[in-house]
């Protein structure tokens, strides 16, 4: 790397000497600095230059003598001159110079930690001007250097307003007075004031900022007397004060009295026509004359309408207030008119009255009605509309005021009233057979009224009631909480004129309302009857069930026990229940439901279907007794077997969810089943060799247990096993309390052989070792009986066949030795 910058330098050198242009090979590092008084500073100088034959530093401070040396650094440990202009030279051997020299740029600073504002007009913390004065302020700045690189900046309300420059090029430090000058108003009242003291040094150096504190002004004016509308005089109108026309500004707040004839009075209060004159404000020792005329604009009252019958009395009153007096003038579309003692239905109409004087004039408008009542009732008459159709009954009368109209019909949600031009029209959308009936038209206004009554037919429109009963459906357990049914007309609206009553539903019936009772009410049917204007009476039931749990469940059979393969009747019993109908029984055996499902049938007991139609389970309500009975066959398999039924109460959609039940207590049934004797376990013949008796084991199933028998011969032993030595019949017998069985097993009696097999085998096996031990003594004595010596052996080549006893084996052999 040094020698490329070596190459580097006498390049440059040789094109500097070729192109005939001399240089002083100095490098300085930095070429400029920014020092603060007082602080360390150091400059490198370097050469390239190989002729150098010294090298030093020339400077005020830090000087050096003469090295020779490439390179040589200016080192101040406190800089404190502020003109310091150190010099870097060299010199030179076979050049064309001797020595030559640089200089860095060093530039010394100081700069002040706090400025302040002062001024001539001060008091109390604050800067007092008066309005229009020109007021002066001075940014005073302690020794700061270099000047010239110093501006001063003047914010008001932390806005710039003003910046300078010192105007000085003295490296040395030095104070600074800078001046602002300015004509105050009033609007620069309570604002802040500060300066701002700005050294820029870069890039080499900082950029510093100091800030005065902030000084607030005061500019004092006035005491001024401002009124509006002032020429030669004030007009106040009645009831306004001469503070609302004339105010008096100052700052200071100036002390102000209001005075009219030597007297004191209040500017705020409201003056009257008899209050003109002059008024004088002393203010702060000023005094002024204010002329005040005070005059009442007119003041017109009237009805805004006036209502009366044709031929009536003119009874009109209308008051007029006002200073000087107005005039009042009457008038009807645009001309000038009086009104005569009686009216008729050609003085109605709209007046304007004007009353007017010097000061303003004001108008009122007068509507005057003159009445007369409503004629017959024309256009409207019967109809008829096919369902889903549109229809419109029509009704008009003439009469002043123009006639009001009332429908009365049942209302529904596709009737619609319109009334528009003195005719009121009634739109019927999609005719339903809630619309038919009767609807009558009033015609009214303040005079009179009259009515007519027209009938609608819908065709094809069933029988419909507009009844709602809420709820619509009560299910309610027995002595639980008293519940009221409300009975309402549907679809509903509050114009509708009808009456609702309850039937059959007891003395708890209150117009609308019902109250159950629900520890009696089992048969009641109460029904909800409507009469409503414009629609025929109807009636609606309500469905209603008082339910009650039974107040036991049992099983019971014809007895405890039964024997496989009978039929056995199970009879559920479910004591003091309602409504019987809605019953569910399940049947279970253990904990599973019957599968398939055997149905069973309802019943009261002592009460047969057949012979009491009043004892169907269908039509009681009130609290019974029921029954339930199955008939089922049972097998060996169940042996001790449980049933139990579960009721359930299936009350609805309107009833409890889930539906409430009830299990009975399990009955346990014995199945008693004959005895069947296990034939996999005791073959029909069994054989039995001569001296080796063979046990026969007879087992049996059956409930109760059997009991087991063998017999042979005349033989008999109770037990389930028997030891058979000789061949016969031998029967097996299994009892109990249902039924028996027998099995028979023939015995059949054989040699044994065993022993003379046995004798043979070992016999032909001893023969066998014999000729084995012979034909192996002869192999071994020919092959086997050689004499080796294994001590020591040598491991030796192959060299051909090894012949023994005769014998030449092809086999590749090892010779030990």
Not at 236 to 259: D, N
Request: aromatic share 8%; with cysteine; net charge negative.
């Amino acid at each position: 790397m040094k020698g490329r910058r070596t190459f580097i330098v006498l390049f440059v050198g040789f094109i500097l000497t070729a192109t005939g242009v001399s240089a002083c090979p100095i490098e300085l590092s930095p070429p400029s600095v920014v020092v603060k008084y007082g602080d360390p500073v150091s400059i490198n100088c370097s050469t390239w230059d190989s002729n150098v034959t010294g090298m030093g530093w020339e400077a005020s401070q830090g000087g050096t003598d003469v090295q020779e040396v490439q390179h040589l650094t200016w080192t101040v440990d406190s800089l404190t001159d502020w003109d310091t202009a150190p010099s870097c030279f060299i010199n030179l051997e076979n050049s064309s110079m001797e020595q030559c020299e640089k200089k860095p740029t060093v530039v010394v600073y100081t700069f002040p930690e706090s400025i302040r504002i002062t001024s001539n007009s001060s008091r109390e913390g604050a800067l007092v001007f008066r309005e229009h004065e020109e007021m002066e302020m001075f940014c005073d700045i302690a020794e700061a250097a270099p000047l010239q690189n110093l501006t001063v900046n003047w914010y008001k309300d932390g806005k710039l307003v003003s910046t300078a420059s010192s105007g000085s090029s003295s490296n040395k430090p030095s104070g600074l007075r800078s001046p602002y000058r300015h004509s105050a108003t009033r609007l620069e009242n309570n604002s802040t004031w500060r300066c701002e003291a700005h050294m820029d040094l870069r890039p080499e150096g900082p950029e510093l900022r100091v800030s005065s504190e902030e000084h607030r002004i005061e500019v004092h004016f006035g005491p001024e007397v401002q009124c509006f509308e002032i020429a030669w005089h004030i007009i106040l109108l009645e009831g306004e004060s001469l503070g609302s026309k004339c105010r008096v500004e100052g700052y200071p707040t100036p002390t102000v009295e209001w005075q009219k004839d030597g007297q004191t009075v209040d500017p705020s209060a409201p003056l009257s026509r008899g209050q003109s004159g002059d008024y004088y404000v002393v203010a702060d020792g000023l005094r002024y004359v204010i002329p005040v005329v005070v005059m009442s604009q007119p003041e017109l009252t009237c009805p805004s309408t006036y209502t009366t019958v044709e031929h009536a009395p003119n009874g009109i009153s209308c008051t007029v207030k006002g200073y000087p007096e107005p005039q009042v003038t009457w008038l009807k579309d645009g001309e000038e008119v009086t009104l005569p003692e009686t009216l008729t239905s050609s003085d109605a109409g709209r007046y304007v009255i004007i009353a007017s004087n010097r000061v303003s004039s004001v108008n009122v408008t007068l509507d005057v009605f003159v009445n007369y009542p409503p004629s017959q009732i024309a256009e409207l008459e019967d109809a008829e509309v096919g369902l889903g159709a549109d229809v419109s009954l029509k009704c008009s009368s003439v009469g002043n005021p123009r006639p009001t109209y009332l429908w009365s019909y049942f209302r529904t949600t596709n009737v619609q009233e319109q009334s528009e031009d003195g005719v009121s029209l009634l739109s019927i959308r999609n005719a339903t057979a809630y619309n038919r009936g009767s609807y009558t038209c009033h015609a009214s206004n303040e005079v009179g009224k009259v009515s007519k009554t027209v009938t609608l037919t819908v065709r094809g429109a069933a029988d419909v009631c507009p009844i709602k009963i809420s709820p619509d459906g009560m299910v309610i357990p027995y002595q639980g909480p008293s519940q009221l049914v409300k009975c309402s007309m549907v679809p509903h609206d509050p114009r509708n004129n009808y009456k609702i009553s309850w039937e059959d539903a007891s003395d708890r019936a209150v117009g609308e309302t019902w109250l159950v009772n629900t520890s009696q009410d089992w048969d009641l049917r109460p029904t909800c009857t409507i009469k409503v204007a414009g629609f025929e009476t109807c009636q609606k039931t309500l469905n209603y069930t008082l339910y009650k749990m039974p107040d036991s469940v049992f099983v019971s059979a014809d007895g405890s026990s039964v024997v496989e393969g009978r039929r056995l009747q199970l009879r559920c019993l479910i004591v003091n229940v309602a409504p019987a109908r809605s019953l569910v029984v399940r049947w279970y055996r253990g904990n599973d439901i019957f599968e398939p499902r055997v149905e069973g049938s309802l019943e009261i007991p002592d009460c047969p279907f057949e012979s009491n139609a009043s004892c169907d389970v269908s039509a009681i309500r009130s609290p019974v007794n029921v029954s339930s009975t199955i008939d089922v066959v049972l097998n060996r398999e169940h042996r001790s077997v449980q049933f139990r039924c579960d009721v359930e109460l299936n009350l609805g959609p309107n009833g409890p969810d889930p539906p409430p039940n009830m299990t009975s207590s399990p009955l346990t049934i014995t199945v008693l089943s004959k005895p069947i004797i296990n034939a996999t376990k005791l073959p029909k013949t069994v054989p039995v060799f001569r001296g080796y008796p063979e046990e026969l084991v007879c087992e049996a199933d059956g409930h109760p247990p059997p009991r087991i028998q063998w017999s042979y011969r005349s033989t008999t032993v109770s037990n389930s096993t028997f030891t058979a030595v000789e061949a016969g019949l031998y029967n097996c017998t299994a009892t109990n309390e249902v039924d028996s069985s027998f099995y028979v097993v023939e015995v059949v009696l054989k040699e044994d052989y065993l022993p003379l097999i046995a004798g043979f085998v070992a016999v032909t096996v001893v023969a066998i070792s014999v000729v084995f031990l012979f034909i192996y003594s002869i192999y071994y004595k020919n092959t086997k009986m050689r004499r080796y010596s294994f001590k020591n052996p040598k491991l030796g080549n192959h060299n051909g066949n090894v012949a023994h006893n005769g014998w030449d084996l092809q086999l590749p052999m090892t010779k030990l030795s």
